[in-house]
T-cell receptor, first 117, second 110 residues
């Protein structure tokens, strides 16, 4: 199993659909993240979970709803999205929240490419 | 809000050429990382620098952290097609938050 796995890799949905993105990490990490990557914009942090508890919601609209049932799994539930939500959604994990440490590192999945029609 | 500006935004070069990518901010960072993202993949960490003035080498890649810890550069010697990708710098500042730069898209052609 690769380190961080995301499914589906591609998703096309209408504005009224409900869908979910799934992320699974096999690295034994305690922190998991959702990032949004849009063209010509820096990676945007959406949510952070540490030991299954949400520690950060970066002013994300309520049409995005995260769920972290355990330290290995992270979901992003999508509901009534807008066309401007079309982007690559990246999941990442890290050993802990100490990203400033010399050994601090984010491990990313391959991303889920979302298109909202 | 801490911002990291990368330049150039796009770079297309021939195999064998040298290049430098810059990552600049007005904020001080406790550490700075460089990631590379290949098409269809997530970013992968290349290096972390933590000391002002620090220089790290990774084969043909040389990374430098500015003395004031506000900027960084990535120099690639004799670029190869396999170096093609999106290069992202990311700085860790107050509150242990990681801020990503605007990215540099590099294409190395034969």
């Amino acid at each position: 199993e690769t380190g961080v796995t995301q499914t589906p890799r591609h998703l096309v949905m209408g504005m009224t659909n409900k869908k979910s993105l799934k992320c699974e990490q096999h690295l034994g990490h305690n922190a998991m993240y959702w990032y949004k990557q849009s063209a010509k914009k820096p990676l945007e942090l959406m949510f952070v979970y540490n030991f299954k508890e949400q520690t950060e919601n970066n002013s994300v609209p309520s049409r995005f709803s995260p769920e972290c049932p355990n330290s290995s799994h992270l979901f992003l539930h999508l509901h009534t999205l807008q066309p401007e939500d079309s982007a690559l959604y990246l999941c990442a994990s890290s050993q802990d929240m100490r990203l400033a440490a010399p050994t601090g590192e984010l491990f990313f999945g391959e991303g889920s490419r979302l298109t909202v029609l | 809000t801490q911002l990291l500006e990368q330049s150039p935004q796009f770079l297309s070069i021939q195999e064998g050429e040298n290049l430098t990518v810059y990552c600049n901010s007005s904020s001080v960072f406790s550490s700075l990382q460089w990631y590379r993202q290949e098409p269809g993949e997530g970013p992968v960490l290349l290096v972390t620098v933590v000391t002002g003035g620090e220089v790290k080498k990774l084969k043909r890649l040389t990374f430098q952290f500015g003395d004031a810890r506000k900027d960084s550069s990535l120099h690639i010697t004799a670029a190869q097609p396999g170096d093609t990708g999106l290069y992202l710098c990311a700085g860790t500042g107050g509150g242990n938050k990681l801020t990503f730069g605007t990215g540099t898209q590099l294409k190395v052609e034969l």
